[in-house]
Nanobody, 124 residues
Framework: QVQLVESGGGLVQAGDSLRLSCALS????????MAWFRQPPGKEREFVAG????????EYADSVKGRFTISRDNAKNTVYLQMNSLKPEDTAVYYC?????????????????WGQGTQVTVSS
């Protein structure tokens, strides 16, 4: 059974950086396309970034392009989200997702496995 565990969230000020990590256990990590989603307070969950199995395709939401970077280390079974120049509107619970799709999908129901989420709060 796939388990995803996120870490790295916290409270920061606008302009600061954070790096989120998500470790996958229970299955072979490199078989999975990985993604980050977020759910702001009172809003629906939205796609942030995704990366295919071998990292040959990466997608970002327009709202984070140029500020966030997704990467993966298949030897460590971990996907990362480096978040720079954080803004108050980045405040959300951030979720890691995994699926054995061959491409990055931006819709929540395309992903079979989810982590429990980690809170990111950006103060102005």
């Amino acid at each position: 059974q796939v388990q995803l565990v996120e870490s790295g969230g916290g409270l920061v000020q606008a302009g600061d950086s954070l790096r989120l990590s998500c470790a996958l256990s229970g299955r072979t990590f490199w078989l999975y396309t990985m993604a980050w989603f977020r759910q702001p307070p009172g809003k629906e969950r939205e796609f942030v970034a995704g990366i295919t199995r071998d990292g040959d395709r990466i997608e970002y939401a327009d709202s984070v392009k140029g500020r966030f970077t997704i990467s993966r280390d298949n030897a460590k079974n971990t996907v990362y989200l480096q978040m720079n120049s954080l803004k108050p509107e980045d405040t959300a619970v951030y979720y890691c997702a995994a699926d054995r799709a061959l491409d990055v999908h931006t819709i929540t129901y395309e992903y079979q496995h989810w982590g429990q989420g980690t809170q990111v709060t950006v103060s102005s």
